[in-house]
């Protein structure tokens, strides 16, 4: 790994190399820009446009588009990007993720990039972690943008309707979160109608926190999901089967692997308490998922650590930032397991409709950038997953931070009484102090060690997540300690002395004015003015003592939190100092650290003397590195299999575009018609024997596609398959073309759009179920020593291939048996009043994608696409530019056909 990063950092010097040679053009452009008058300098964005449109390329007007964004930022907001901050623009146009410290100024940043890409009209998208970021940057540096004549969107959960959605996809800039990002791709591939889309594409997208996005979180995909049978009882039942089980005797426990096995006698024990004889009986297979998830509930899944209870639903806590991931539940029956095992109220078990990791989301993208404090550790995924590299950007000010030796105590208990003792001693001096904890559990028992002594602080975690940035910007106060459940993504920077429009915006709230009216504004900048004096005076007096002091009251699996932990402190050239207090008991040292343990263990001191050795704190280290080598194999394997379904969703979203975009499917019907006859005579008539021939079963699967009025006997007169084949393709064609004389060519085309957009989203619903199994039992095929992966590619394609067979099917079936209904309404289009029924018509059936995307909106307050019931889809088939493809190869979509009669035809 180390020689890896080596050669990922080769050219690194040369790339900050070339940033720099960047920063003396722009700054050369400042004085002619600060003459011009603001419309003459807001003029400037016109110009660069037309630049664009007669062939220049963006690199181009880097250096004008820069100065003019930070003349425009001195003038809006008062801030002016500083030397690094046009590095940092500049890496992130290049594609790169600028690794910039903690105050430095990523968000200011991050506006140069994005209106120089903004010009061109295409789109670009800002991805944050949560949602008040989003909102609080487009409007903070939406000023600047927006000043220069840049359109600025915003996408919300609770975002409104697709209309509303579409207009704000449609600006130059659009922020959001991740997941909304994701979620919006996902559900405009089961619109029912172009209309329904909002996204237009994915140029560039700049994403803040890069390493939380992209890497923290990649673990887990996006699904959008349906609700299926109601399963609670049973969750209930083994919720309490398990209380009764032990540990080492009934089932054995892996913390490590995170794996929780059943012995022979636990599995007797539960059979007993079933009432049955075998569980692993094929018929009762779900006894068995079940068991297992209700097991990792009771082991692997720790109340205020994973999760939190509140209003009476299990909340997910987020490992890396310590908040709640609301609208988030684990997958595969686990977030029902942990439901039943806290005895609140069950929801219902899902079904996926739609998915893709974040991986897959993000490499459609055709520039990506990031910025975070934080990249380094990551470079060689980055590099590996989504071909970024990454580039430190110097500081502005050199970092006077000193990082303390970490200190390790035997038992966690006296950790945290010198924890209380060290807090206590700063309080007394008045430096701050910023503590940072690694759950919920240990920040609220903290807490109450805390107040035992009478020492005034602030608690940030989960439960309290609605006041963070309040908190947050006030711990940097005389006698101030805040204690927090991780700092990644907060967002806002800790000043010294305090935020002084933070205390005013506080006070005028607490007077009851608006600080959003134009009033409020006015009276916000008053009291700022006032305050400043007082927090800057206050200032001085914590640089004098030290700055800040983070304390770490436990090591975090990843390097990276501990780093964003310790970079609070320090920013800006500001004096700081961290420290880091273990104990053996700590969950890092207990699993991974075991030989510093022993050896400490083995050292004649008393428990409450504190250890500070370089061995332990190189085995800390040493300990992170495994467990973050294991979660990048756990995000290298979800990207892995999800291989296989995102060349399987590339298939059937270019699918149903096509379809959207009103294309024409008469010759792929008649394509699939002489598909259908061959396939059908093939099976039925094995040779030219008369013998061989099932007549009786031919003319039956001939009425399933069409209503023929050949008989048994006439097809039994046919002489060969050849000339039966030509017989049967002859009346299917001309049975064919007569509904379509008879319907109208016009509205031929819209119900054959209409009956395959519903085939194929009943089916793809239908893989997914069947791929989401496959994939539970895969790993079993390494028993047979088998690869796994290259078990589910194999399967995952032939499975695949089956599905665009049926869907080949059932279209002609449907196709020419449908019904057109046309209602009597005045003024009502015929065509998009028609009502379709056919043999177990798909637009009728129960849980469509469509039900399931108007459901999913409804429940985030946006408008619902409508289903095929309430109109008619439009769609197309483009031909596939795949002109390499010999015409009887297999066709490259994976449909199992050949070439000529598929794409190639």
């Not at 109340?303 to 930032?321: A, C, M, N, P, S």
């Not at 002395?497 to 916000?524: F, M, Q, T, Y």
């Not at 510093?596 to 190189?618: Q, S, Y």
């Not at 003024?827 to 637009?843: C, E, F, I, R």
């Amino acid at each position: 790994m180390a020689v890896l990063d080596k050669l990922l950092r080769v050219g690194e010097g040369k790339k900050v190399k070339a940033l720099q040679g960047l920063v003396p053009d722009i700054n050369a452009r400042e004085p002619e820009l600060h003459k011009l008058s603001d419309d003459a300098l807001r003029a400037k964005t016109a110009d660069f446009r037309e630049k664009l449109d007669n062939g220049a390329d963006l690199t181009d007007i880097l250096i004008d588009a820069f100065a003019v964004t930070r003349e425009a930022a001195t003038r809006t907001i008062g801030q002016r990007h500083y030397d690094v901050q046009l590095m940092g623009g500049a890496a992130l146009h290049y594609g790169w993720i600028a690794e910039m410290k903690t105050g430095e100024g990523k968000t200011l940043t991050s506006t140069l990039p994005m209106y120089l890409n903004g010009l061109n009209g295409k789109g670009l998208h800002v991805i944050t972690v949560n949602d008040y970021l989003a909102r609080r940057d487009s409007e903070w540096m939406g000023e600047i943008l927006g000043w220069l004549g840049l359109s600025i969107g915003l996408i919300l959960p609770d975002g409104g309707d697709s209309e509303f959605k579409r207009s704000q996809y449609a600006c130059d800039i659009t922020y959001g979160t991740n997941n909304e990002f994701g979620f919006d791709y996902l559900r405009d591939n089961m619109a029912t109608t172009q209309a329904q889309k909002v996204q237009r594409g994915h140029t560039y997208a700049i994403v803040d926190e890069v390493d939380s996005i992209l890497v923290d979180e990649a673990r887990t995909p996006l699904i959008i999901s349906g609700r299926i049978a109601d399963a609670a009882k049973l969750y209930y039942k083994f919720a309490s089967i398990v209380r009764g089980l032990t540990r080492d005797v009934d089932y054995d426990v892996d913390e490590e692997k995170r794996i929780v096995a059943p012995t022979e006698e636990g599995v007797a024990k539960v059979e007993a308490a079933l009432g049955v004889e075998n569980m692993y009986d094929a018929i009762q297979q779900n006894l068995v998922h079940q068991f297992q998830a209700a097991l990792k509930a009771k082991e692997l899944y720790k109340r205020d650590k994973d999760y939190i209870l509140q209003h009476g639903e299990v909340k997910i806590v987020d490992e890396f930032t310590g908040r709640i991931l609301e609208g988030r539940r684990w997958s595969e029956g686990l977030h029902q397991a942990v439901e039943a095992k806290e005895g609140v109220k069950i929801k219902e078990e899902n079904q996926t409709l739609a998915t893709i990791t974040l991986q897959n989301y993000f490499r459609m993208y055709e520039k990506l950038a990031g910025m975070t404090g934080t990249a380094v550790t990551e470079a060689a995924e980055f590099a590996s997953t989504y071909n970024l590299q990454v580039v430190p950007i110097p500081t502005h000010r050199d970092l006077l931070r000193d990082d303390q030796a970490d200190l390790i105590y035997k038992s966690e208990d006296f950790k945290f009484e010198a924890v209380v003792d060290d807090l206590a001693e700063r309080y007394e001096t008045g430096q701050p102090v910023l503590v940072g904890t690694i759950s919920v559990a240990k920040s609220e028992k903290l807490s109450r060690m805390l107040d035992k002594r009478g020492i005034a602080h602030e608690v940030l975690n989960a439960k309290q997540h609605t006041r963070e940035a309040e908190i947050v910007t006030q711990a940097g106060r005389l006698h101030s300690i805040t204690v927090a459940t991780n700092m990644a993504g907060r967002g806002v920077d800790i000043l010294l002395g305090g935020n002084p429009e933070g205390l005013a915006i506080k006070d005028l709230r607490a007077e009851g004015i608006d600080v959003e009216s134009d009033e409020g504004r006015k009276l916000v900048s008053e009291r700022t003015a006032k305050y400043k004096v007082e927090t800057d005076a206050e200032g001085d007096k914590v640089r004098e003592l030290g700055g800040l002091y983070v304390l770490g009251t436990e090591r975090h699996d990843s390097r990276r939190i501990d780093n964003q932990l310790r970079g609070r402190s320090g920013r800006q050239g500001d004096p700081g100092e961290s420290r880091f207090y273990l104990s053996l008991e700590d969950e890092l040292m207990r699993l991974f650290a075991t030989g510093a343990m022993n050896w400490v263990m083995g050292r004649a001191l008393p428990d409450d003397i504190p250890i500070e050795a370089r061995m332990v704190t190189k085995a800390i280290e040493r300990a992170q590195n495994t467990v973050e080598q294991r979660n990048a194999e756990i995000r290298k394997n979800v990207l892995k299999y999800d291989e296989v379904m995102n060349e399987q969703r590339k298939v059937i979203y270019k699918r149903r575009d096509q379809i959207l975009d009103e294309a024409d499917l008469r010759a792929e019907t008649l394509d699939y018609l002489e598909e259908a006859v061959d396939s059908t005579v093939a099976t039925f008539c094995v040779s030219d024997a008369d013998d061989e021939w099932d007549i009786e079963g031919l003319h039956a699967e001939i009425s399933a596609f069409w209503p023929t009025e050949l008989t048994e006997d006439e097809l039994a007169d046919v002489d060969s398959t050849e000339d039966l084949q030509v017989l049967l393709l002859e009346q299917a064609t001309a049975y064919y073309e007569s509904r379509e004389q008879e319907l109208g060519v016009e509205t031929m085309r819209q119900i054959e759009r209409q009956v395959m957009l519903n085939i194929i989203d009943q089916h793809w619903r239908e893989h997914l179920l069947e791929m989401d199994y496959l994939e539970e039992g895969i790993n079993l095929r390494a028993m047979g020593q088998k690869d796994p992966l290259v078990e589910w590619q194999r399967e995952g394609f032939e499975m695949f291939g089956l599905m665009m067979d049926s869907i080949a099917q059932d279209f002609v079936k449907y196709v020419m048996h449908v019904q057109v209904v046309v209602e009597d309404q005045p003024g009502a289009n015929a065509v998009t009043d028609m009502a379709l029924s056919g043999p177990d018509d798909p637009s009728s059936s129960g849980n469509s994608m469509a039900d399931a995307a108007r459901a999913q909106a409804a429940a985030e307050g946006s408008e619902a696409p409508a289903t095929a019931e309430d109109e008619v889809v439009n769609t197309p088939v483009v031909k596939s530019d795949w002109d390499k493809t010999p015409r009887n190869a297999p066709c490259p979509c994976g449909s199992g056909k050949k070439f000529k009669q598929c794409h190639g035809s």
